[in-house]
């Protein structure tokens, strides 16, 4: 696996119409758009693609819309290691955990790794 780091929509769109990806993490404050619309325009041209949401509004109302929108998921800021690994094992078990990269312990992030997930807006782990 490998994690693609975006630091706007305009990035996103690029990376999501150049690869195919197992999970995006998505922040509701890009810089250049808003979150929940481009989760909705990534949700229309992949249904299924599991996008968790990653916002500082902990908000009910903010949780509800996301949810209700079709994230499969939400985060809020900051999160930490042991949340990111919940998200991947989400995946795995909603998709069936036959992946290679969901067997086992996951392998613990790197100081650059947490880094790269607490400053980015957009990641997207995708398969090699």
């Known amino acids: ?4 780091e975006c630091i706007d929509a305009a990035s996103a769109r690029t ?3 150049a690869g195919e990806f197992h999970i995006i993490l998505l922040d ?6 808003d979150g929940h619309e481009l989760m909705l325009e990534f949700k229309d ?11 500082a509004d902990d908000s ?3 949780i509800q819309r996301a949810i209700s929108a079709g994230a499969n998921g939400y ?4 999160y930490s290691q042991e949340k990111i690994h919940d998200v991947v094992n989400n995946y ?3 998709h069936g955990g036959d992946m290679a990269m969901m067997q086992g312990e996951p392998a613990p992030l ?6 790269l997930l607490n400053q980015a807006t957009c990641r997207a782990i995708q398969e090699l």
């Not at 509701?28 to 758009?33: E, K, Q, S, T, V």
């Open 1 to 4: 696996t490998k994690v693609i």
């Open 15 to 17: 990376a999501f119409k």
């Open 28 to 33: 509701l404050g890009l810089p250049d758009g």
């Open 45 to 55: 041209a992949r249904e299924e693609q599991h996008i968790v949401l990653v916002t």
């Open 60 to 62: 009910i109302e903010s």
């Open 75 to 78: 985060v809020v800021k900051p």
């Open 92 to 94: 795995a078990m909603v």
């Open 110 to 115: 790197t100081g650059s790794d947490t880094r």
